[in-house]
């Protein structure tokens, strides 16, 4: 599909990061957007910059690890634009700390967000797709699911995020296979960045206050202070994800990368599997990183 003007979007997470410039890219594109994100006022920031920008615009505040409001959401897309072309189940969020020290809590929110809140857009979304695929030979749609680097690794003090991202890879693949079953009209995508400025590492700033701990444990808030480094030291911005995003749509690409040399710690992993061998250290090529993560930990 290369021409987007007048087709949908919904873009999950659409308040920040990924999802607010891919919004803009669509805005650029002449698409119709909908807009959803768990924060209200970046949420209307996003509304008013992409009214401004001429597209039309549906934002809905939402939180979509709640299926309801998921399926609201879509009766609502349905009502204003008819079946979406586009699909971005986008919205993510961050928490880190030693696996053994994840409260049930913690499981519950980020399971619920990065995994369910994508496992409800697929659910929502896709039977819409498909309908409209079945009504109109020349519909084109495709769904994109954003994973991360931490899908295809398993970092350590990650485990939680880890878990949810690892799904979020499995359920992507697996779409794609089941579409491919039943359709040519529909594809899929996953995103797999590594590190890139956007909100993830204050993710803290939504969780819900049920779900607050107390008091952090030492992982966690080493964790805490290791991820918002990494992410606000990246290289590659978030814009620059988003133009990448798009492309892959265009070219049918499955597997989209934020730092496609990044993979080769992936094909580490991958041989670990094969040869059965025990998990390669994951700071071989940066031994300081992990010295400092040890010390930090066994301090007193």
Known sequence: MTDLKGKTAVLTGAGSGFGLECARIGARLGMNLVLADVQQDALARA???M???GAQVLAVQLDVSKASEVEALGRAVQNRFGAPHFVFNNAGVGAGGLIWETSAK???WVIGVNLMGVAHGIRVFTPM???AARKDAGYQGHIVNTASMAGLLNAPNMGVYNASKHAVVSISETLYQDLALVTDQISASVLCPFFVPTGISQSQRNRPADAVPAKPTKSQLIGQAMSDKAVGSGKVSAAEVAQKVFDAMAARQFYIYSHPKAIGSVQIRLE???RGRNPTDPF???PELGLE???ALRAD
């Open 47 to 49: 509304q008013t910059e």
């Open 51 to 53: 009214r401004a920008a």
């Open 106 to 108: 913690d499981w519950e």
């Open 129 to 131: 797709m498909l309908d």
């Open 272 to 274: 670990d599997i094969m």
């Open 284 to 286: 071989s090529h940066k």
């Open 293 to 295: 993560l040890k010390r």
